[in-house]
């Protein structure tokens, strides 16, 4: 069994090949070429943290079983952790037998970035080039280098509710950072939330016509990071609809709130970029990216890793 350390990970994992390799997977699981149930969340009442369990199955000419277990600490980051932790293995789909078990931090953090790379590139207009990054965590910096791979980013502004973050990460990676998210929002042609915060962190009146929005930060029914009035205002994208119909709060507090009518439509992304439905339909659209983060693309982020372990010869083989 080929073990792989977050370092390795890192190393091997790089944002070109994880985003081809992620609109594949959202292509597969659109066509319905993938087993994968919601995942299992265990929440402690008296605790922050949470573990969740992420199976998938692919089958095809080379099955393949993954399961990612990710425990969440959100204060984490005020020690200087992802609060993302966890492993990501892969079990050949004829044997059972384990075949690699990879640290998940690095691939939950950049298979995340690029599938919000995926529907910039599918959904945001073309003359894009002003993008808001808002939150200054680690899976910001991930959405920079992202961003700037499918985007011609002539300004990237970046805010937090720490100003002092915002401005550390704007040095870091050559942005500006913004006296506030309202600031940094205003005439943004993409919009990029990556936020902790249960509460709406942008305002529907602050959103400039033809804008895409990715929302990233809220995974729970309870939480989210985009007013009502957006949400009813956008046509709503994300990477799967069961999903997004048990776990998303920016679309289940709206949804309970009346806001949203029966007949609202939720397009899956991978149904975009297979060609079986469509995308942008006007530059005056508004289009909001939903990402879930799903078990297909932790999948193909650990076998486009052990791929390049392989060729390079990464990693440590363990008899297991």
């Not at 073990?3 to 091997?12: G, I, M, P, T, Y």
């Not at 913004?178 to 943004?188: D, K, Q, R, T």
């Not at 509460?199 to 990715?214: C, F, I, K, Q, Y």
């Not at 339909?281 to 078990?295: C, H, R």
Request: net charge negative; aromatic share 4%.
């Amino acid at each position: 069994m080929l073990v792989l350390n977050a370092a390795e990970v890192r190393q091997l994992l790089d944002l070109p090949g994880c985003i081809e390799a992620v609109e594949a997977a959202l292509v597969a699981a659109a066509r319905g070429e993938v087993l994968m149930p919601l995942r299992m969340m265990v929440r402690p009442g008296d605790r922050s943290s949470v573990l969740g369990l992420m199976p998938v199955h692919r089958a095809g000419a080379t099955p393949v079983y993954a399961l990612k277990s990710v425990a969440v600490f959100p204060a984490n980051a005020a020690h200087g952790l992802d609060p993302h932790q966890g492993t990501v293995t892969l079990f050949d789909g004829v044997s059972g037998v384990p075949v690699a078990v990879m640290n998940a931090e690095p691939i939950t953090a950049i298979r995340t970035a690029a599938a919000t790379a995926v529907a910039t590139r599918a959904l945001a207009r073309p003359e894009s080039r002003v993008v808001a990054v808002i939150g200054a965590g680690h899976q910001a910096r991930a959405h920079v280098a992202a961003l700037r791979a499918v985007c011609d980013v002539d300004t990237l502004r970046v805010a937090s509710r720490t100003p002092a973050s915002a401005q550390a990460l704007a040095d870091e990676v050559d942005a500006v950072a913004s006296p506030s998210i309202e600031a940094a929002v205003e005439g943004a042609d993409i919009v990029v939330t990556v936020t902790s915060s249960a509460t709406p962190v942008v305002s529907r009146d602050w959103l400039a016509p033809g804008v895409h929005v990715n929302a990233v930060g809220a995974c729970f029914p309870e939480t989210r990071e985009l007013d009502s009035p957006t949400i009813a205002a956008a046509r709503l994208f994300t990477d799967r609809l069961e999903s997004l119909r048990s776990e998303a709060g920016d679309f289940l507090i709206p949804q309970a709130e009346g806001v949203l009518g029966p007949d609202y439509p939720v397009v899956e992304l991978g149904s975009v970029l297979a060609g079986l439905a469509a995308g942008r339909q006007s530059p005056e659209e508004l289009t909001v990216f939903k990402s879930l983060g799903i078990a297909v693309e932790d999948l193909a982020a650990a076998e486009y890793v052990v791929a390049r372990a392989r060729e390079t010869g990464a990693g440590t083989e363990v008899t297991f």
